[in-house]
């Protein structure tokens, strides 16, 4: 006599794989979207109303609160400053420079530095939040 064993089969799918690839898609994407972000020097930007995008690869120039100049990341002491820009722009061939001022910084730094743009040709743009 034949017995029967009340067994069938039940398909599953394993999934305790998946929260350890969940994990490190999570980690992946967290340390990207902080490599992302192009400009490391925090500043309060002016508000404008309606805003334009420009090419990422442009110069840019920043200033802190406290006039601390930066050309693409690097700080520039200000008497130097028109001297690099000089050389950046001519090693690039870009006549564009993205000036970063903060807000609270009076208008005539900024003025010094369109002073300063005019004097070497170059076209400033200035960077402001939405």
């Known amino acids: 006599m034949a017995i029967k ?7 599953e799918i394993p999934t305790s794989s998946m929260s350890d690839i969940m994990f490190f898609l999570f980690l992946f994407f967290l ?6 972000n192009p400009n490391v020097i925090k500043l309060t930007l002016p508000k404008a109303s309606s805003n334009e995008t420009t ?3 442009h110069l840019t ?12 990341k690097v700080e520039v002491p200000f008497d130097q400053l028109e001297q690099t820009l000089y050389e950046k722009t001519t090693a690039s061939n870009d006549k564009i420079v993205v000036v970063r001022v903060p807000a609270e910084n009076k208008v005539q730094d900024l003025i010094d530095l369109m002073q300063m743009g005019v004097k070497l040709k170059l076209n400033f743009v200035i960077a402001t939040e939405k």
């Open 5 to 11: 064993r009340n067994r069938r089969f039940q398909a």
């Open 55 to 57: 090419n990422k690869d």
């Open 31 to 36: 340390i990207i979207s902080t490599l992302a």
């Open 61 to 72: 120039l920043s200033v802190t609160e406290d006039k601390v100049y930066f050309v693409n």
